[in-house]
């Protein structure tokens, strides 16, 4: 089973990240240009070659192929179509807090089409994750692509606890027990 990515948000998040992480100083274009991964990597991951045959026969000896942009929907399919019990409910780990970067180039044309040029096969290969496979695992599991799932996003829930519970401690635990200490000190 595996997962893709659009390529060319993909490419833009990684190039964020090492620029971010102090990993990398070159600009998008040498990165391009000199770092492998921010080339055709989902091919390259697949096939162990650049060779979109390979990759696209790859995905479909899966068992499951999710699409991170309809990653509900994905999750949905996979709890249907596995044989176990899954508990889908998640929470993002990595939220880029600044994505200036990332933003800056999704609105330039010449980053973009370069980032194309540079993912030329991976685009192909997500095409037919979303085109082919997507929808006939879909269709197994009893769903539309385009359909509209609940998420499993589990954050607004256990953010709100953890504030109830961060609230409750505050006023019935902390406060309490300083007051205690002031009274006993005498400064009260």
Known sequence: MTFV?????????HYQESVMTGKNRLSFEQSLRSNEKLENLHVKLMA??????KAKRFLEKCAFVGVTEKFDLSLHVLERLSPYHLDPYYQPRRLAVDN???????RDGAMIDLAKEFNRLDLELYDFALGEILPKLCEKAGLSPSEKVASYDNRSKR???KYRLGRFYNKMVYRQICKWQLRKTGKV
């Open 5 to 13: 990515r659009e390529p060319v948000a993909r490419v833009f998040s």
């Open 159 to 161: 953010v709100k606890f």
């Open 48 to 53: 162990g070659e650049r060779s979109l045959d």
């Open 100 to 106: 200036r970067i990332k933003t800056s180039l999704e």
